[in-house]
């Protein structure tokens, strides 16, 4: 392992990094960086999560002439989310050198933007849209740029970007250092590699096979129609701290965040049309523990920084296994343990085994839950709070009423009665999902661009839970839903540490 100081970073830049509570390296940094310092091409491949923005915006930083005024780095993302995380990222990577950072990305007043590149930024992180419009005005000039950054090229490729960073390709002086980072490696972006930059350097994380064990992986057998019961039983049963349900389609998305939300869920639902402002807020509110259940497209979450989820509910099984992947290690992170549970139609469940073969991994098979053990689990989450109540917090101001109610009432009804305002019971609101069909039937069950090779299994050994997150999140005695509650029983809750 190699800690931060040893790269021969400038003394600012380590002290930034040691601000934002880094140790060691992780491993995608550690062999990236040097390479990164010395100047030399590099496609780096790594899980999400795995540190890759440090990964290249170390050197980069490090490479900034601070009495430069020109853009001298310049870093293209897939989406608005990931600018503004990566731009942050750099932001505090770079505090203490004082380097300019500033992110643009369609969605956002461009006159705004424009006037912040007045002031000089020295790195612009950028979605390839939005970064050619302001070439495209003149108000974003790169003929000083030394660093190009692709990250998330994969992405950028599913997205239909490739024409567009061509163009800003073209704007680059063609002896910059070009970095590229991707979680997967298809071949398309090999041949990025080949016609934009100068031999680069591959470098491939594999993630440890250990990692992947500290994901429970699941499927449920289960018709389309039975599913948001399901779903509903599990969220009891399981009462998950915070957890994902990844639907196929916006559509998928919006009805059921709507479905759970009539359901008594703190849900909210994120998506590609979802206006930016929107699509920051569900986050930050995600992240900030008050909403228990995320509903995302793939790519809606892909690349996103969110550590401590607890269970990742796939409502539909992804049609291709590096989805499942990466919608998984969104759990387990930082050696927490995570589950993962899947609905596999029966007709899909070639899609389960295609799957199960990338992973190597065979998921276990569950029964859907009953009401009655949806009950149970709510009954055991009721009771974890008033125990925590009873033993955490100062009831003094409580005890005149209670002892003129334990004069009137015999104690079990009482605490029944408290359980019974406590606990939610199992909710069979009707609500509506328009079908899916399920996915084609497939045979023999390769997956695609089979080939093999460059799985990264399970997750990359997360580096998400900084030391001091983990703080603020969840406060407690901010009242309604703290589902923290889990050990207990039964083959559904989580087991307890
Ligand atoms: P990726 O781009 O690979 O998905 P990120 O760069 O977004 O990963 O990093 C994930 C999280 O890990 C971020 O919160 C980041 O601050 C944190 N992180 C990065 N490097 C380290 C490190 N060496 N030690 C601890 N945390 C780190
Ligand atoms: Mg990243």
Avoid: C
Wanted: hydrophobic share 35%; glycine share 10%; charged share 30%.
């Amino acid at each position: 392992m190699t800690k931060f100081s040893e790269f021969g970073l400038d003394e600012k830049i380590v002290k930034s990094v040691k601000r934002m509570g880094f140790e060691e390296a992780t491993p995608i940094q550690e062999k990236t960086i040097p390479i990164g310092l010395e100047g030399k091409d590099l496609i780096g491949q790594a899980q999400t999560g795995t540190g890759k923005t440090a990964a290249f915006g170390l050197p980069m930083i490090q490479k900034i002439d601070q009495k430069n005024q020109n853009v001298q780095g310049l870093i293209i993302a897939p989406t608005r989310e990931l600018a503004i995380q990566v731009s942050e990222e750099l932001y505090k990577l770079s505090y203490d050198k004082h380097v300019r950072v500033l992110a643009v990305y369609g969605g956002s007043d461009i006159s705004r933007q424009i006037r912040s590149l007045k002031k000089k930024p020295q790195i612009v992180v950028g979605t390839p849209g939005r970064i050619l419009d302001h070439i495209n005005r003149r108000t974003l000039k790169l003929d000083h740029v030394e660093t190009l950054v692709l990250d998330e090229a994969d992405e950028m490729l599913n997205m239909g970007f490739i024409d567009d960073i061509e163009s800003i390709l073209k704007e680059v002086p063609d002896e910059r250092q070009t970095l590229l980072f991707s979680a997967t490696m298809p071949d398309p972006i090999r041949r990025i590699g080949e016609r934009f930059m100068h031999n680069p350097e591959l470098i491939r994380i594999k993630a440890k096979e250990m990692t992947a064990l500290l994901i429970e992986q699941f499927f449920i057998k289960v018709h389309e129609k039975e599913k948001f019961d399901v779903l509903s039983r599990l969220l009891d049963v399981q009462s998950p701290e915070l957890a994902i349900v990844f639907g196929r389609t916006k559509r998928r998305v919006d009805e059921l965040s709507r479905a759970l939300d009539m359901r008594g869920y703190v849900a909210e639902g994120i998506h590609g049309d979802l206006t930016q402002a929107k699509r920051m807020s569900v986050l930050r509110k995600f992240k900030e523990g008050k909403i228990d259940v995320l509903v995302a497209t793939d790519v809606a979450a892909r690349g996103l920084d969110i550590s401590g989820v607890t269970h990742v509910y796939n409502y539909d099984i992804p049609q291709d296994p590096e989805s499942y992947v990466h919608r998984i290690g969104r759990t387990g992170r930082a050696g927490k343990e995570g589950m993962a549970i899947t609905f596999v139609q029966p007709r899909e469940m070639g899609y389960l085994r295609t799957v199960e073969q990338t992973t190597k991994k065979r998921m276990q098979p569950l029964k859907p839950p009953t009401w009655d053990e949806a009950f149970a689990g709510q009954l055991r989450v009721a009771t974890e709070k008033i125990t925590e109540i009873i033993t955490e917090e100062n009831l003094a101001d409580y005890k005149a009423v209670a002892s003129e109610l334990l004069e009137n009432y015999d104690a079990s009804d009482i605490a029944a009665a408290m359980l019974k305002m406590l606990a939610k019971e199992p909710d069979q609101t009707p609500v509506h999902i328009t079908e899916e069909r399920p996915l084609p039937a497939r045979y023999g069950g390769k997956g695609k661009g089979g080939g093999g090779g460059n799985y990264r299994g399970g997750k990359g050994g997360g580096y998400r839970d900084r030391n001091n997150s983990g703080k603020g999140r969840r406060g407690s005695g901010s009242g309604s839903r703290d589902r923290r509650g889990n050990g207990g029983k039964g083959n559904y809750s989580k087991k307890s540490k």
